[in-house]
């Protein structure tokens, strides 16, 4: 078999080349985590949490991961010849990924108010009910999936490589 023939047969098995780009997009995007940063062209550090009454509970953890599934569920959706897909299927990493506005309901526990002033007026103790309120969430964007220049050069690299190992 001609040495021409012999390359063309070893081309197709570019599945292989097309794996290895998805789980390097894949890697990329679940570095972002560990980094808490988005790279391309300069790097956009992702905003810090607010502050809150537990966050000394929370403060040795990195920001968007609570339980880890938003992280984990990072993979590849669909691959072809032309392009390959990296994608998640949990509802809320569109809105932490791309940021903006929302409205949320909040639901509101039964407590006991103590006892204070309202008004100038001297209030007892009283037990509050339980109650669901509509708030307004600016989410800020912390970017993990998308196009990135740096993300490029390294799905370049890896095809440069696996096509010069399949074609020796």
């Known amino acids: ?45 992702w905003p810090k949490r607010k502050s809150t009454k537990e966050s000394k509970q929370r403060a040795s953890r990195g920001v968007l991961t609570s339980t880890g599934r938003l ?18 299927d949990v509802p809320y990493a569109q809105i932490h990924n ?12 039964a407590f006991t108010r103590g006892e204070h002033t309202r008004k100038g007026v001297k209030v007892r103790q009283h037990k509050v009910n339980g109650f669901t309120r509509v708030i307004s969430v600016n989410m800020p964007r912390r970017r993990f999936l998308g196009n990135s220049a740096i993300l490029a050069r390294r799905i370049e690299r890896v095809a440069y490589v696996e096509f010069n190992k399949i074609l020796k």
Request: charged share 30%; aromatic share 6%; net charge positive.
């Open 71 to 88: 992280r984990r569920s990072i993979r590849k959706i669909s691959a072809n010849a032309d392009s390959i897909v990296i994608g998640t």
């Open 1 to 45: 078999m001609s040495d021409f023939l012999k390359k063309l047969k070893a081309l197709s098995k570019a599945n292989v080349v097309i794996n290895k780009i998805g789980a390097e997009a894949v890697n990329f995007s679940k570095e972002r985590f560990r980094a808490q940063n988005w790279v391309d062209i300069n790097t956009e550090q």
């Open 98 to 109: 791309d940021g903006g506005r929302f409205r949320a309901k909040q639901n509101v526990r």
